[in-house]
């Protein structure tokens, strides 16, 4: 080809620069090929974390649905005590009556039941053999309030009716006179 040793020297050079600088690009582009399939096995695991956090998003949820469903079964039970309270329902029937009563159709006003009239009328007809009549009790005769504070003097002891007779019983008065001796003296 008619060229000199330093023109074949600089081809030599030029070509062997070339090929050096393909291989670069080639090992560049083999790197991105391998982070490419990292990147590729990152995003197909992203995937899988989005199910996974869809899935636990789910559950938490559900379980705040859980937490809110018993929190308000609660109060409406809590309300419906006080309704058998005030039906003067014994205490002692309340927890298995609340056990069977259906709150699915209750529905509250705050902390009380929304339509009390009505579940007042469901008491009186489902439990109405449990309804109670209060009883009032007036003060016992025997031990008036503040008798126990009040000193007795003799003419109240022997006090009489109209009929001559004494208003204390014979142990009363045997009483109030051992409860104040001076009275003896």
Known sequence: MGLTDEQIDSVIDAHTETV????SQVAQYKADADKLAELQK???EGKDWKAEHDKLKKQLDDFKAEVAS????TVKQAAYRALLAA????????????????FGDME???????????????IKSEWGEFIGTPEIHGANV???PGAANQKLTKADIYKRDDN????????ERQKALAENP????
């Open 20 to 23: 050096d600088a393909l291989k």
């Open 42 to 44: 990152q995003m197909d």
């Open 70 to 73: 018993k929190e308000t079964l």
């Open 164 to 171: 001559g007779h004494y208003v204390m019983s014979t142990a």
């Open 108 to 122: 509250l006003d705050g902390d009380k039941i929304k339509d009390e009239g009505k579940a007042r009328s469901g």
């Open 142 to 144: 025997e031990t008036p």
């Open 87 to 102: 039906e003067h329902i014994p205490e002692k029937y309340h927890d298995r009556i609340v056990k069977m009563t259906d």
């Open 182 to 185: 001076d009275l003896l003296k």
